[in-house]
């Protein structure tokens, strides 16, 4: 059986990209809640599936390194011959290229994250702090169809939960792709399979609840009325028309929306607003336009919204999904690994050190001062004991 690939035990056969940790760092982007199918399968190796192919990643202080699983039946042999090797090593070159600028399309690798923190930073002392932190967590442009359809699985539903559903999902209805140590590997269903009339049925069956019902609704109904390349074909339409076509399928609201736009269709000024984002605004941002508002109404979204992207600028969605990341509760060590290792500044380190020194010398002294003393003493009873 197939086993999960590992750098360490074979570094010839993987790939790689030049990209600093301070541009990517996969287990904050990959785990942070805009993308529900990755799974750290071994220390700092991850796997998941993008483009109907499965991949692991890993990466180093300025590489990201990845392995692509390929069906390797039915190619090559002893008997093959010069000319079909040589295809054979064209065709792995193209393959090579093309996965590559998947790769690079799929984490938006042409946008410069550092220089957007620096931006952010600028404009904002609370971001400053945070992004110190958290380095290198940036939005990803998935395929629109797996998004919408995950994050209608959202809904009153918190991280673990959705990523469970989400994998039952495919197992259910995805094309198998491949089995690696125990585990099967499924592509994303497509919209035909999600519409399918058993489809709400069997999805309770699975757990999904009231989901359901919006998973195969939401499906039948971009295909009755839009066709199978809507989706996609909102990336073309400006931010405000796509999230309001979107909120017309069932089970979508503003907050689904505005992460659909965000995480799949290049609307990168998009804020998804839920309460935990509000709470944010409220407590680090000081926010009380909302007048004392106890739900959050369409007009607080809204609002909310507007300040992050007065405050940001066009990427404020990127911005937001820093600190969203960072008030997530599988990350507070970071913030308390980084108090513990960090002074409060230079000059009061530098000032603990040479007090420290300086104690340390007078604590010395004394001890090596004392002994001396008692020497003296013994000598002078020596001399009094010999005049007598």
């Keep these: 059986m197939a086993k999960h690939a590992v750098l360490s035990s074979g570094a010839k056969l993987w790939r790689s990209l030049p990209c600093a940790k301070s541009e990517l760092r996969l287990e904050l982007t990959l785990a942070c809640g805009q993308t529900f199918r990755w799974r750290e399968n071994a220390d700092g190796h991850w796997t998941g599936v993008i483009g109907g192919r499965v991949w692991t990643l890993t990466q180093t202080e300025d590489t990201l390194w990845y392995y692509v699983y390929t069906n390797q039946g039915g190619a090559g042999g002893e008997n093959s011959s010069e000319d079909s090797l040589r295809a054979e090593s064209v065709t792995a ?5 093309v996965e590559a600028e998947m790769l690079r399309d799929y984490f938006q690798l042409h946008v410069k994250l550092g220089d957007l923190y620096k931006e952010w930073g600028a ?3 609370h ?10 967590v940036r939005m990803l442009r998935q395929d629109p169809t797996e998004c919408l359809f995950s994050f209608i699985c959202t809904s009153n539903n918190h991280i673990s939960r959705i990523q469970g559903m989400v ?3 495919c197992q259910a ?8 140590d125990q585990t099967s590997y499924h592509d994303f269903p497509t919209l035909s399979a999600l519409a399918d009339s058993g489809v709400e049925e069997r999805l309770r069956d699975l757990g999904f609840g009231y989901r359901a019902r919006f998973l195969q609704q939401s499906a039948k109904q971009i295909l009755d009325t839009h066709g199978p390349q809507w989706l996609v074909g909102l990336r073309n339409v400006p931010y405000l028309e796509a999230r309001d076509s979107l909120r017309t399928l069932p089970g979508v609201g503003t907050k689904v929306a505005d992460c659909v736009c965000l995480m799949c269709l ?4 998009a804020v998804p607003v839920d309460t935990h984002v509000w709470q944010i605004a409220k407590r680090d941002y000081k926010y009380t336009s909302d007048n004392g508002q106890k739900t959050l109404t369409e007009k607080v979204h809204r609002d909310i919204g507007d300040f992050f992207r007065k405050l940001w600028g066009p990427y404020a969605g990127w911005a937001h999904s820093v600190l969203f990341c960072a008030d997530l509760k599988k990350f507070q060590h970071l913030k308390e690994m980084k108090s513990l290792k960090q002074p409060q500044n230079e000059e009061e380190r530098e000032g603990e ?4 020194k300086v104690k340390r010398e007078f604590d010395g002294h004394e001890k090596k001062k004392k002994p001396k003393s008692e020497r003296q003493k013994k000598a002078k009873m020596s001399i009094k004991t010999e005049e007598v």
Excluded: M, N, V, Y
Aim: aromatic fraction near 6%; glycine fraction near 8%.
């Design 353 to 356: 050190c040479k007090g420290l």
């Design 93 to 97: 070159s193209h393959h090579s290229e």
């Design 167 to 169: 994998e039952r999902l």
């Design 266 to 269: 290049d609307k990168c000024e």
């Design 173 to 180: 209805l995805g094309s198998p792709l491949c089995q690696l």
């Design 127 to 136: 971001f400053k702090k945070i992004s110190d932190i958290f380095t290198g």
């Design 123 to 125: 404009a904002d002392s």
